[in-house]
Nanobody
Framework: QVQLVESGGGLVQPGGSLRLSCAASGTIFSITGMGWYRQAPGKQRELVASITRRGSTNYAESVKGRFTISRDGAKNTVYLQMNSLKPEDTAVYYC???????????????WGQGTQVTVSS
């Protein structure tokens, strides 16, 4: 089976930095788009950043200039470097990927279990 496993969340003070990682494991033949979403209490899940297989990136306006998404194709891993964190960045962050694997003959969308990011003094 395919799994997306996030790591790197935690508690940080405003203005601080965190780096999230998400590794896809299992039988994987190909990964196209990967991305990070977040969901704050009482709010809908929203896209934070995404990256294509060729490296094209897309960011939510609220994180442009502060967050950077990257990926390592050889490790099936996507990263989110978060700088200048604000209290409004507090949320559960979820990894997402479109991939071919896990015994399926077509690309499917997968989610990680989420990692908590709390920005507070």
């Amino acid at each position: 089976q395919v799994q997306l496993v996030e790591s790197g969340g935690g508690l940080v003070q405003p203005g601080g930095s965190l780096r999230l990682s998400c590794a896809a494991s299992g039988t994987i033949f190909s990964i196209t788009g990967m991305g990070w979403y977040r969901q704050a209490p009482g709010k809908q899940r929203e896209l934070v950043a995404s990256i294509t297989r060729r490296g094209s990136t897309n960011y939510a306006e609220s994180v442009k200039g502060r967050f950077t998404i990257s990926r390592d194709g050889a490790k099936n891993t996507v990263y989110l470097q978060m700088n200048s964190l604000k209290p409004e960045d507090t949320a559960v962050y979820y990894c997402n990927a479109d991939l071919l694997g896990g015994g399926s003959s077509r690309f499917q969308n997968y989610w990680g279990q989420g990692t908590q990011v709390t920005v507070s003094s």
